[in-house]
């Protein structure tokens, strides 16, 4: 069965840097488009970024553009996301999903941004 894994949340000072990563197992994990997606306390998932089964697609959310990146290893079954210039609003539990509504998420990795 489908297991994502998330990993490498934290408490980070505004304008710091975090990178995630998401161990995948269960499917073939380079065959698919992956997804990050977050929940800040108190609100409903939000999608973040997604990125084809090559890599050559990439998308992410008008919130998170320019400060984010989202990679992959198909020899690792591992999906990335480095934050950067990271904001109060960005607290959250960061999760990766098998599509955009956070279908097969993992338990998340937290991410508290915050002086």
């Known amino acids: 069965q489908v297991q994502l894994v998330e990993s490498g949340g934290g408490l980070v000072q505004p304008g710091g840097s975090l990178r995630l990563s998401c161990a995948a197992s269960?499917?073939?994990?380079?065959?698919?488009?992956m997804y990050w997606v977050r929940q800040a306390p108190g609100k409903g998932l939000e999608w973040i970024s997604a990125?084809?089964?090559?890599?050559?697609?990439?998308n992410y959310a008008d919130s998170v553009k320019g400060r984010f990146a989202i990679s992959r290893d198909n020899t690792k079954n591992t999906l990335y996301l480095q934050m950067n210039s990271l904001r109060s609003e960005d607290t959250a539990v960061y999760y990766c999903?098998?599509?955009?509504?956070?279908?097969?998420r993992g338990q998340g990795t937290q991410v508290i941004v915050s002086s």
């Open positions: 990125i084809t089964p090559n890599s050559i697609n990439i």
């Open positions: 269960g499917f073939t994990f380079r065959s698919y488009s």
């Open positions: 999903a098998t599509d955009s509504r956070g279908a097969n």
